[in-house]
C-alpha cells in the first residue's frame, strides 16, 4: 500500500495549475468543457494528502512513480491492475484507489464495489477503451451482466476520465450499448469531478439507485444520452428497480446525439441544478418513459442556464400511454433558471401533472412552454422574442399563467404571446406586450379568467373565439387593431379599460349569448363598443369617450340592457341598427364629433329589416350647443318607447324625431343650459 499521508504531495500529485480555483477544463478542441476546482481527486491539506490509497500507474509513468505504487500497469489490459486494486481495497478495508502517471488501456469494465473510492485525475490519468461493443466502462458493482442483486453502497468515484472508441464526431444515435460510468443497484453513492466521452451510448448513467449523486461531471461526444437516470429495464416499478433520490449538481453536456440529460421509466425524487448543455446537444432534459413502463415522479430543475440547444431544452413527455390513462409523469418543478436559442420549444410537456414554472426566462427561442394534455400547471414566466408564441396551451386543465410574454414572433410566422386552446379552468395573470399577432388568442375553451395587460400588440390584445364562462379583468391598449375580439361563446364578463386601440375597443359577433361589458373604452380608432350579429343576452353598463367612431355600435342585437356614458365620440352616442327588445339609458354628451351630416346623440334605425321594441328611458341627452341636431331618431322602428328621459338644451332640429312607431313622451327642455352633473 502507498501510504501517501505523510509524504509530500508534490512528489505524487500531477501538476494542476490549470485546476486552479475558478479555472476551467480546456479539452482538445480548444472549448471550455466543465468548471473544475483544485481539489481534482484527493483532498490536499497543507499540501499533504490527507487520506491512504492504493496506487495504479500508467505504464507512462515515471520511474520514481513506479517506485512508489501498489500496482503496476504495462499498457495492455490496465483493467486487471485496476480492478484487483479495488477488490483488494476492499478486502483489506483500505476503501481507496488512486490512478497516477498517464493514461490507461481497459478491454474489460473496470467495477468498484462497495464502500470503495476511485480517484483519478482527469485529463491525467484517462481511461482509453479497447474492447468491443455492449460493455460498460466502469461500473459500481461486481457483475456487470446481472447487478440486480448487488445493492452497493458508499461508492466514490473522483476525477475518473473515460474515452471511449465508439463514436468520434457523432452524427447520429450511436448504435451500441456500451457506457461510460454507471452505478447500478447501488445505494448514497457518489460520482464527482469526472468525464466521459466518446461512447457509443450513454455518458454517465444511473440505474435502480438510490441516494446518488453525480457532481461536477462532463458528459461530451455521447452516441445517445449524456447522463441518465432510469431502471434500465430491471423491472416496472417495484422497489429494486426505480431509482430515487439522484442528483445531477454542476454537471455539462455538449455533442450529445440524443438528450443531454434523461429521466426515463420510473426515477422518483430526481434533481438536476445547476446543469448546462449547448446548441450541439440534440435535446436538452428529458423526462418520459417507455410503454409499461412507470413514469417519473417528483422532479426538480433548477438554475438551468442554457444558451441553444437543437430541439427543446426541457421535454416532459408521457405520450400517447398518458393520454389513454395508462400513467402519467407527475410534479415537475422548473425553477430560476435561463433558457435561449432552443429549435424547438423551450420546454415543452405532454401528458403529464402538477407542473409548476417558477422564475423561468426564456429568450430567442422557436417557442416559450409548449403543454399538451396536461394537468394543474402553474407557470410564472418571462418569455420574450421568440420566433414564435410566447407559450402554447392546449387540451389542459387547471392552468395558472403568469408573468410576460413580449416581442414574440417573426416575419412570416403566425404568433401570439399566448396561444391557449380546448383547455379548461384556466387563470391568465400576465403582461403581452408587443406580440407579432394577438397578445392572447383563446379558442374553444371553458372557465377562463383573464386579469391582464394587453399593450402594444400587432392585431388583438385579446381574442376570444368559441370559448364560454370567461371573465375579463385588466387593460388593453395600443393594439393594431381592435383591442379585444370575442367570436361566438356563452357567459362572458369583461371589465377592463380598453384605449387607444386602431381599431373598436371591444368587438363582440357571431352569435355568443350572456354577455356583460362593464369598464371605459375611450381613444380608440374605431367605436368604443361594437356588438353584432345576433347576440342574445347582452348587458352593456360603459364608459365609452374621445373614440374616433360612435361611443358604442349594436346590429343585430337580440335582447339586451344598455346604460352609456357616452361623451366626445366623433360618431353617435349610441347607434343601433336592427335590434330588438333592448333597454337604453344613461348620459350622451357632445357626440357626432366627425360627422358634416345630421348630427345624433342617439340613432335608432333599420338594416335589412327594422329595430324593433326598443326602450329608451332614463336617459341624459344633452347637445353640443350650436351643432347638434337631434338629440334621439327612431327611424323606422317598431314598437319603440321613448320615455322619461331628461332630453335638454338647443337642438338644431328637434329633441326627438320619430319616423317609426311607438309611444314618444318626453317634453322637449328648451332653457338652452348644459348644466348637469356628467359624472
Not at 483489506?92 to 485525475?121: D, E
Not at 344598455?562 to 333592448?582: A, D, T, Y
Not at 329595430?611 to 347637445?623: D, E, F, G, M, R
Request: hydrophobic content about 30%; aromatic content about 6%; glycine content about 10%.
Amino acid at each position: 500500500m502507498a501510504d501517501l499521508t505523510g509524504r509530500n504531495a508534490d512528489e505524487t500529485k500531477p501538476d494542476i495549475a490549470t485546476w486552479g480555483s475558478g479555472n476551467v477544463l480546456e479539452t482538445g478542441e480548444g472549448t471550455t468543457k466543465v468548471d473544475l476546482d483544485d481539489k481534482a481527486s484527493i483532498e490536499y491539506v497543507d499540501d499533504k494528502a490527507s487520506l491512504s490509497s492504493l496506487v495504479v500507474v500508467s505504464n507512462e509513468a515515471p520511474a520514481n512513480l513506479k517506485g512508489v505504487s501498489d500496482y503496476k500497469c504495462d499498457g495492455d489490459g490496465d483493467d486487471e491492475q485496476i480492478n484487483q486494486a479495488l477488490q483488494d481495497a476492499k478486502t483489506r478495508g483500505i476503501g481507496c484507489v488512486t490512478l497516477m502517471g498517464g493514461g490507461f488501456n481497459i478491454k474489460n469494465p473496470i467495477r468498484v464495489p462497495s464502500n470503495v473510492r476511485f480517484f483519478g485525475y482527469l485529463e491525467k490519468t484517462p481511461l482509453n477503451q479497447d474492447f468491443g461493443t455492449d460493455l460498460d466502462y466502469i461500473v459500481s458493482n461486481e457483475n456487470i451482466n446481472v447487478g440486480v442483486d448487488s445493492m452497493d453502497d458508499g461508492v466514490i468515484i473522483s476525477g475518473i476520465k473515460v474515452v471511449g472508441e465508439g463514436i468520434d464526431e457523432p452524427t447520429e444515435r450511436g448504435d451500441g450499448n456500451n457506457k461510460g460510468i454507471v452505478l447500478r443497484n447501488a445505494k448514497r453513492s457518489h460520482i464527482y469531478n469526472s468525464i466521459a466521452t466518446n461512447v457509443e451510448s450513454h455518458g454517465i448513467w444511473i440505474c435502480a439507485s438510490t441516494d446518488c449523486t453525480v457532481e461536477k461531471s462532463f458528459a461530451y461526444h455521447c452516441g445517445d444520452d449524456g447522463f441518465e437516470s432510469t431502471d434500465g429495464g430491471a423491472g416496472l416499478g417495484d422497489d429494486a428497480s426505480i431509482s430515487r433520490q439522484i442528483k445531477f449538481i454542476n454537471c455539462r453536456a455538449e455533442h450529445i446525439n440524443d438528450a443531454a440529460f434523461e429521466c426515463d421509466d420510473g426515477p422518483k425524487y430526481v434533481s438536476f441544478i445547476n446543469c448546462s448543455f449547448d446548441a450541439t446537444c440534440t435535446q436538452g432534459i428529458q423526462i418520459h418513459f417507455h410503454e409499461n413502463r412507470v413514469p417519473p415522479e417528483n422532479i426538480l430543475i433548477s438554475n438551468l442556464n442554457i444558451d441553444g440547444c437543437q430541439r427543446n431544452a426541457v421535454n416532459i413527455s408521457s405520450g400517447r400511454e398518458s393520454i389513454y390513462g395508462d400513467g402519467t409523469i407527475k410534479n415537475i418543478t422548473i425553477s430560476s433558471s435561463i433558457i435561449k436559442n432552443t429549435g424547438s420549444a423551450a420546454i415543452r410537456g405532454e401528458g403529464a401533472e402538477n407542473i409548476t414554472l417558477s422564475g423561468v426566462e426564456i429568450i430567442n427561442c422557436d417557442r416559450g412552454p409548449r403543454f399538451f394534455f396536461c394537468k394543474n400547471v402553474d407557470m410564472d414566466v418571462s418569455s420574450y422574442e421568440n420566433t414564435k408564441d410566447g407559450t402554447q396551451i392546449a387540451d389542459c386543465d387547471n392552468v395558472n399563467i403568469k408573468g410576460t410574454y413580449n416581442y414574440n414572433g417573426s416575419a412570416g410566422n403566425s404568433s401570439r404571446g399566448l396561444f391557449l386552446q380546448r383547455s379548461n379552468n384556466v387563470l391568465i395573470s400576465s403582461l403581452f406586450d408587443n406580440n407579432r399577432n394577438q397578445g392572447m388568442y383563446v379558442q374553444d375553451s371553458d372557465n377562463i379568467n383573464i386579469d391582464s395587460v394587453c399593450s402594444n400588440n400587432e392585431q388583438e390584445g385579446i381574442d376570444l373565439l368559441d370559448t364560454n364562462n370567461v371573465t375579463i379583468r385588466g387593460k388593453v391598449f395600443n393594439s393594431g387593431n381592435r383591442g379585444i375580439e370575442i367570436d361566438g361563446g356563452e357567459n362572458i364578463h369583461v371589465h377592463v379599460n380598453s384605449y387607444s386601440n386602431n381599431g373598436e375597443g371591444i368587438r363582440i359577433n357571431s352569435n355568443p349569448k350572456k354577455i356583460t361589458v362593464k369598464g371605459d373604452y375611450y381613444d380608440n380608432q374605431g367605436d368604443g363598443i361594437y356588438i353584432l350579429q345576433s347576440p342574445e343576452d347582452v348587458t352593456v353598463d360603459a364608459k365609452t369617450y374621445d373614440n374616433v367612431g360612435a361611443g358604442a355600435s349594436f346590429q343585430q342585437v337580440i335582447y339586451g340592457s344598455i346604460k352609456l356614458h357616452s361623451v366626445n365620440n366623433g360618431q353617435f352616442g349610441l347607434l343601433l341598427r336592427e335590434c330588438h327588445r333592448l333597454n337604453v339609458g344613461g348620459i350622451f354628451y357632445n357626440n357626432s364629433l366627425n360627422r358634416t351630416s345630421t348630427v345624433f346623440e342617439i340613432h335608432i334605425r333599420e338594416l335589412a329589416v327594422v329595430s324593433s321594441k326598443i326602450t329608451v328611458q332614463n336617459a341624459k341627452v344633452i347637445p353640443d350647443e350650436g351643432r347638434s341636431e337631434v338629440g334621439i331618431r327612431l327611424r323606422n322602428g317598431e314598437d319603440c318607447v321613448v320615455i322619461n328621459n331628461d332630453v335638454r338644451g338647443v337642438w338644431q332640429t328637434s329633441a326627438i324625431e320619430d319616423f317609426g312607431t311607438g309611444t314618444i313622451t318626453d317634453p322637449v327642455n328648451q332653457d338652452k343650459t348644459n348644466d348637469y352633473n356628467l359624472t
